[in-house]
């Protein structure tokens, strides 16, 4: 049953990992005025929740997958798990989340040696998971606006493609006062997400250098200037891509047990929001157990992998190029959020013999282009992340990590069409030297030219057409009738 909006407010304020300071939310925050650290968003209400039992919460999450309040029919049914603060009016919705949940076919489970789906979401309306974040954090800045009369606002983000494309698709459905800035390194983003921000009419500034460099630039811009920073700094953005755990774990009806979570770590924002959402579901009972986590990075940008495999000392690594584009970052912000919610996240969890809550594994590029073509040839629309995630999900069986009885859910973070560049260079054998992928014969695909142009020009409509069935079917083989 869905037919008001949520009466509970909670009483969300920020709180820093550095020096545990805690802020108010009437201001846009991104780091500790005091340390400089990262902060996160708590609810100070949120033990009132446990007021309701956990089947309590169920019910009512189920119920909304139906409701007719727009408000409530994207990441914001699990309104009182995200943003508690938010008005009806507030609330932005452009059709995020809800993405569906895609379980491999037998023969992709057989090649594969494990059961598995896919959750696509690409799916979003800008076509990847960020769209759950700016739904939250320009609904906060709406209500910001609306509280404080303010005239104008100016967002601005770096971005690997992705959360550039979101931030303005967001802000152009606000309009008015709503200003989108994104800055992108030259030349490392698609040409389809550069196209996007384009598209919605954002100014598009590139940068030279990588995604790293982008970021400090619009740090420093953001600590100088009026404007409002949408990268995953920002905490209202973590607060929406929790949804995806609530989902996730709302298609499992609430049962975790045998569950494996695969998620490409980039700037490490979405590996936060997943452990934290998990987090606020089992502090609640809505789920009994936690599900594993996996965090899946490329050897060629890896800090996250190397922090957890190779003796806890974090240090930001120089990356190299990837084919996982949008997870190129060599060093994540998210990472002290990542390091205390892991934290968290493994005392809360009971294992299994041998069973670990959370581990990253390393992958090849060569595996992330494999995996990617070997899903999306088997009724998938993965993205080279996603790709990344099914890479990772072998080189976890491959050492064992994972057993024959459980069940893994890969998040494809985006649309396999931002990243139909790297399928055309695998395609033509034409990757530079420094992406180290050469193409398997069995996964490489071209179109057939078989009649020219020349050719057509000389013959008379009908006889074309005659000729072209003929070498259409004598390329195919075809038995006549
Ligand atoms: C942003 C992005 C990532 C990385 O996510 P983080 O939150 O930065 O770790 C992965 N895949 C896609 C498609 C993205 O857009
Ligand atoms: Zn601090």
Redesign the pocket.
Known sequence: MCDHFPLYRGNLEYFCLGCDARFDINELLYTCPTCGSVLLLEDKNFSLLGRKSGKEWQEIFDGRAACKIDALRGIFRFYELIAPVLDEEDIIYLGEGNTPIIKANQELQKEIGLRFAIKNEGQNPSA?F?DRGMACAFSYLQALARRHNREEILTICAS????SASAALYASYLGGAVKSVVLLPQGKVTPQQLGQPLGNGATVIELPGVFDDCMKVVENLSRNYRVALLN?KNAWRILGQESYAYELAGWRNWDMRKLCVFV????????TAILNGFLKLRALDIIDGLPRIFGVQSAHADPIFQYYNRGRDFAPVQVRPSVAQ??M?GNPVSFPRVRRLVELYCRRYVPQAGEKAFQVVQVTEQEIMDCMLMANRHGHIV?T?GGETLAGLRVALRHALIGPDEFAVLNS??HALKFAGFQQLYFEDAFPPEYEITPGRDLKNAPLSIFSADRKASLPEEEYIEQAARAVAATLGLKSR
Do not use: E, L, M, V
């Not at 490409?264 to 590996?271: F, K, L, R, S």
């Open positions: 990847s960020k690997t493609g992705d959360t995953s490409p770590i980039g700037n490490a924002g979405n590996i949008a997870a970052i993205c992340q973070t985006a």
